[in-house]
Nanobody
Framework: QVQLQESGPGLVKPSQTLSLTCTVS??????????WNWIRQPPGKGLEWMGA???????VYSPSLKSRTSISRDTSENQFTLQLKFVTPEDTAVYYC??????????WGQGTQVTVSS
């Protein structure tokens, strides 16, 4: 059974870059035809899909975040990484990584709280 685990700093200062890593175990991030996603939930709000990297290394981003978001992967470590630039307090959220196949999410990390504050 695949497991996902987010890691990264819990506190980021405004205007800095938020960087989170999702470590995957029990399955390879290069396995056809999975997509590996970053999703966040701000306090009191719903889930917001941020972007994904596919099994082949292609990336796709939410249009509202595309200018600030970058997702990459390290296949040797079986990890994928989120970078979100120029953060503001509005980027405070619980950040999740998740796997989907054919638009169905079947595995999630436990989530990690990130607070943007000076």
């Amino acid at each position: 059974q695949v497991q996902l685990q987010e890691s990264g700093p819990g506190l980021v200062k405004p205007s800095q870059t938020l960087s989170l890593t999702c470590t995957v175990s029990g399955g390879s991030i290069t396995t056809n035809y999975y997509h590996w996603n970053w999703i966040r939930q701000p306090p009191g709000k719903g889930l917001e899909w941020m972007g994904a990297i596919t099994y082949s290394g292609s990336t796709v981003y939410s249009p509202s975040l595309k200018s600030r978001t970058s997702i990459s992967r390290d296949t040797s470590e079986n990890q994928f990484t989120l970078q979100l630039k120029f953060v503001t307090p509005e980027d405070t959220a619980v950040y999740y990584c998740a796997r989907d196949s054919l638009a169905e999410y079947d595995s999630w990390g436990q989530g990690t709280q990130v607070t943007v504050s000076s």
